[in-house]
Nanobody
Framework: QVQLVESGGGLVQSGGSLRLSCGAS????????INWFRQVQGNQREFVAS???????SYAVAVRGRFAISRDSLKNTVDLQMNSLSAEDTAVYYC???????????WGQGTQVTVST
């Protein structure tokens, strides 16, 4: 059974930092494309960052230079370091894993990030 669990969300002041973690069980994160998405209530879920099975990283324009994605194969986690946070980053952040061969997809339950001004 595959399970993705996000953690690390919370309340932070504008300009602050948070580090989110996506812990996986049932799949090796090193062999999957791992993505972070975020969603504001009433809006569509939007792409934030990803790391492929070949460790290639990509970022949404809105977070480039402020967020960094990293993978720990031993812990089987993918983290999202978020710096210089602003109110526009307030959202529920979701971890997503995609099998590069079958494109089967898994989602976590999400973690709330709230940035106060």
């Amino acid at each position: 059974q595959v399970q993705l669990v996000e953690s690390g969300g919370g309340l932070v002041q504008s300009g602050g930092s948070l580090r989110l973690s996506c812990g996986a069980s049932g799949i090796p994160v090193s062999k999957y494309h791992i993505n972070w998405f975020r969603q504001v209530q009433g809006n569509q879920r939007e792409f934030v960052a990803s790391i492929t099975n070949h460790a290639e990283e990509s970022y949404a324009v809105a977070v480039r230079g402020r967020f960094a994605i990293s993978r720990d194969s031993l812990k089987n986690t993918v983290d999202l370091q978020m710096n210089s946070l602003s109110a526009e980053d307030t959202a529920v952040y979701y971890c997503n894993a995609v099998d590069p061969t079958t494109t089967r997809m898994y989602w976590g339950q999400g973690t709330q990030v709230t940035v106060s001004t």
